[in-house]
């Protein structure tokens, strides 16, 4: 393992180590966890650090503490509240994580939100074609994964069919020594884009005034569209949740339902 490589290994242990001392969510520790590391920027372990340096600057005091507890019942609340019927199967509290706003994604999503304004995207009939891709390599997935000694398992009729000719032979071996390994991680890779990519997001932020104006608005409607993925609204945690991940911005219970009864109907 490379120098680079094992610092991010320790740093996400440390990441990790914290935000489980505090109380926060054991299904978002797991996941980070468990991601494979890769050189370059890790907004999964980003988005844990903020929550916890947030944690960390206020632990200090009574009321800081009392501030940190308020965070800590949010996201208890959020891994706790039933995501919705079309929603993928993981905890709530996880898939926050995975789509919450970064400061990079506040300039693209007001320029975006300019450039597509009457410009009618089908935002359903996209988001229900990257479910269907999904689906899709779910199973090519399961083809790779699935035993040998399942019911007439299709990798183990794949694999004899193949190895009926010495063109399919060759075939075979070639993709098992050299592709088998690379095609499985790529297909979660994909999985994870298609079920993560919302269409919606490139359309909840129309812009106002000045630049630091437009990103704050943008910002508000981004945390606020993360209740797309909860069967009950949220609009103080995820407000907490919000103000913990980008300190520059302060955010409020009615604010952030505001911009929902605003935006939520992209995400039906």
């Known amino acids: 393992m490379t120098a680079d490589k094992l610092e991010l290994v320790e740093r996400r242990k440390e990441v990790v180590r ?17 991601r494979r590391t890769r050189i370059g920027r890790d907004l999964w372990l980003d988005r844990c650090e903020r929550q916890v340096e947030w944690c960390d600057q206020r632990a200090g005091s ?38 919450m706003p970064d400061t990079d994604d506040l300039e693209w999503a007001v320029q975006e939100a300019d450039r597509l304004r009457g410009d009618g995207v089908r935002i359903k009939a996209r988001r229900a074609y990257y479910s ?34 010495q063109a399919g032979r060759v075939r075979h071996a070639d993709f098992v020594d050299h592709h088998e390994k690379a095609v499985k991680a790529g297909l ?8 993560t990519t919302d269409p919606a997001d490139r359309m909840v932020s ?20 993360l209740n797309r993925h909860l069967s009950i609204a949220r ?10 991940n980008l300190v520059k911005y302060t955010l409020t219970r009615d604010a952030i339902r505001r911009a929902w009864e605003e935006i939520a109907d992209q995400f039906r």
């Not at 899709?136 to 000719?165: I, K, Q, S, V, Y």
């Not at 129309?206 to 569209?225: D, M």
């Not at 609009?235 to 913990?244: P, S, T, V």
């Open 132 to 165: 269907r891709l999904a689906g899709h390599a779910r199973g090519l997935a399961e083809l790779l994964e699935r035993p040998f000694d399942t019911p007439d398992c299709p990798r183990r009729n794949l694999e004899r069919d193949a190895l009926a000719t």
């Open 235 to 244: 609009h103080a945690q995820l407000a907490r949740i919000g103000m913990a």
């Open 188 to 195: 979660a890779s994909l999985i994870d884009l298609l079920q």
């Open 18 to 34: 914290r935000w489980q001392d505090y109380g926060l969510p054991n299904s978002v520790a797991t996941v980070v966890a468990r």
């Open 206 to 225: 129309p812009h106002h005034g000045k630049p630091e104006e437009a990103h704050r608005i943008a910002y508000v409607r981004k945390v606020a569209s």
């Open 62 to 99: 009574v009321e800081g503490r009392k501030q940190v507890e308020m965070l800590v019942k949010a996201w208890s609340l959020i891994d706790r509240t039933p995501a919705p019927a079309s929603a993928i199967d993981r905890s709530p509290a996880v898939s926050i994580l995975l789509t």
